[in-house]
């Protein structure tokens, strides 16, 4: 069962994907909205897009409410956001409030739509592991809600570094370059990692696993697959996969057993949720600088792709194609100056807007040679968001 914030965070989750059929047909939401179990796939992504359009609905105020009355704003904030899916800056000045006001009041509609969501689910027994683990799960799935992966990763081998040493496993590393920030929380994560990890270390030694990813259906793919399959019992396995299911679930995240001939454990695949609704792609020879972007702009649906090296800022740009790229001036080999001209001149990044980020106090100049926006070192998180709020609306 879910706590109320969590169950919050999946119906907003399930509303910024409201037209995303592909998405609404595995969300977690999907098997308690829908009693049709013989349903498709794709029909039910249709009936979740449904539902929650209904319930918007029925927030409709009746022919009594005056029509400049909170109940009025109300229906029209979500309908606005969610349903013609104006950005909420331009929700706010149609509804002539302040910005501020709008995530306020933004918070108390959808909790109401979240209670309206709640009494259409149709909620199933869920396996009994205790009021302890169940405490431990929920502390652990709000503690934090994003996670970059291959740090997780890294920090989980590390923790296992003298088993897998003792057990002969050599981990190895095959990820992509461009692996995202996934909406899974670290340290649920974390575990989840540790205890698939545990599972090969009983299992098997002197053998190599690899970890390797790829991007699909809005979801990073993370499989880890031993070399040498392992003969284990696939039910046992199975049932240690429940809780890990359990604590995935909330983030609308899962797992898969993957067997191999003579149903041998060749490994698992976790299946994570990529949730951001922008890109930003930041250059900065300063480290603590560029943690402080991911620590400001995670949290707000941002994916914060870093570099230090202005060399292979164009690759990058090019691969991944952001919605905006922030440029430090002051870099050794190659500075922000000529990044923003290598940018504005090239015909593939040409449209991409781009804030200069400097203690140099530039921005006439920086606003003249084609940057869209100019930002003061140092920042807070508030002026950092406004600035890209307004460059990414804008575009």
């Known amino acids: 069962m879910f706590t109320k914030s969590e169950f919050y965070d999946l119906v907003i989750k399930a509303y910024h994907s409201l037209y995303?059929?592909?998405y609404l047909k595995n969300h977690p939401l999907n098997k308690f909205l829908i009693e049709d179990k013989a349903l498709q796939m794709k029909e039910r992504g249709w009936q979740v897009h449904n539902l929650l359009l209904?319930?918007?609905?029925?927030l409709r105020p009746g022919d009594a409410a005056p029509p400049l009355s909170k109940e009025w704003r109300w229906y029209r904030l979500v309908t606005l956001r969610y349903v013609e899916v104006l950005q909420p800056q331009v929700v706010a000045d149609q509804l002539s409030i302040s910005r501020r006001q709008y995530y306020r009041e933004h918070a108390i509609v959808m909790e109401k739509v979240a209670d309206l969501v709640w009494e259409r689910c149709h909620f199933e027994a869920t396996p009994d592991y205790g009021e302890a683990m169940k405490s431990e799960l929920m502390r652990i799935s709000q503690s934090d809600s994003y996670a970059e992966l291959y740090e997780v990763i890294r920090r989980a081998l590390l923790t296992l570094e003298k088993l897998f040493h003792e057990r002969r496993i050599t981990p190895e590393l095959m990820?992509?370059?461009?692996i995202p920030v996934t909406s899974v929380g670290h340290n649920l994560l974390r575990q989840v990692l540790l205890g698939l990890l545990g599972i090969f270390a009983e299992n098997t030694s002197d053998n190599i696993l690899s970890?390797?990813?790829?991007?699909?259906?809005h979801a990073a793919h993370l499989a880890i697959q031993a070399r040498t399959p392992c003969l284990v019992d696939p039910e046992a396995i199975e049932s240690q996969l429940r809780i890990f299911r359990e604590m995935l679930l909330v983030a609308r995240a899962d797992v898969t057993l993957l067997l191999g001939a003579e149903a041998k454990l060749t490994g698992f695949e976790l299946v994570l949720p990529i949730d951001y609704d922008a890109t930003v792609v930041v250059v900065d020879d300063n480290e603590d600088a560029l943690a402080l972007y991911r620590r400001f702009l995670t949290p707000h649906r941002y994916q914060v792709i870093s570099t230090t090296n202005a060399n292979e800022v164009l690759s990058l740009?090019?691969?991944?194609?952001?919605?905006?790229?922030?440029?430090d001036l002051m870099m050794p080999n190659q500075d922000g100056w000529d990044l923003l001209q290598l940018f504005?001149?090239?015909?593939?990044?040409?449209?991409?807007?781009i804030v200069i980020c400097s203690v140099l106090k530039q921005q006439q100049l920086a606003l003249s040679m084609g940057a869209k926006a100019f930002l003061e070192k140092p920042f807070n998180e508030e002026t950092l968001l406004a600035t890209l709020n307004e460059v990414v609306v804008a575009e």
């Open 344 to 353: 504005s001149n090239h015909p593939e990044t040409a449209a991409i807007p």
């Open 20 to 22: 995303d059929f592909a």
């Open 54 to 58: 209904e319930i918007v609905e029925e």
């Open 175 to 178: 990820l992509s370059v461009e």
């Open 211 to 217: 970890f390797s990813s790829h991007i699909a259906d």
């Open 317 to 327: 740009v090019l691969k991944t194609y952001p919605d905006v790229i922030i440029l």
